[in-house]
């Protein structure tokens, strides 16, 4: 959550996705989602269910984010269905992002990147954003390859893709 005092809502006119930065109202339903889907949520070496065992733990990491993260919930309309965020370390922005089991197959995490990308390189003002992928988390590579990013290469365990600020305002120009 940022130190501002207005919650940032990123919305798309043609369609009921939403974008809400993290707010403490938000730890129950985060929590319960996370809760319904923790194998889901295992798979491909993510923490996200271990981080999370209760709904203190989402308060908590609401409450005091890591330096320079930006956190957003996504919602369908008025579920929360999953969460999206930037982590700029350094001269480097990361994004995560995670969708609930039963929301998988739709999109939505396309749309919410579409989002968090025009925010970060419209707003934010970075350069370029970085994802790191299981490879065979093979829905999300074909995810961000479908929003732009580009493979660079292997790290450890991951796969590293990339969207440079330029190549993105070539195509939404």
Known sequence: MSSKSERVILTNPNSSLVLKELVLEDARPY??????????????????????????????????????????????????????????????????????????????????????????????GLESLICHIHPENIASIRSVLGSGFVYVGDLCDMREYVLAKDDWMGCHE
């Open 31 to 124: 929590f319960d989602l996370v809760d319904s889907c923790r194998a889901h949520l295992s798979q491909f070496g993510d923490d996200t269910a271990q981080k999370y065992p209760n709904v203190k733990s989402v308060s908590t990491s609401i409450k005091r984010p890591k330096p320079g993260r930006t956190r957003f919930g996504i919602w369908l309309g008025e579920v929360f269905i999953g969460s999206i965020n930037i982590h700029k370390i350094g001269a480097a922005s990361f994004m995560g992002y995670w969708i609930g089991e039963q929301y998988t197959g739709h999109n939505y995490a396309r749309q919410a990147r579409s989002l968090l990308i025009a925010y970060a390189f419209e707003v934010l």
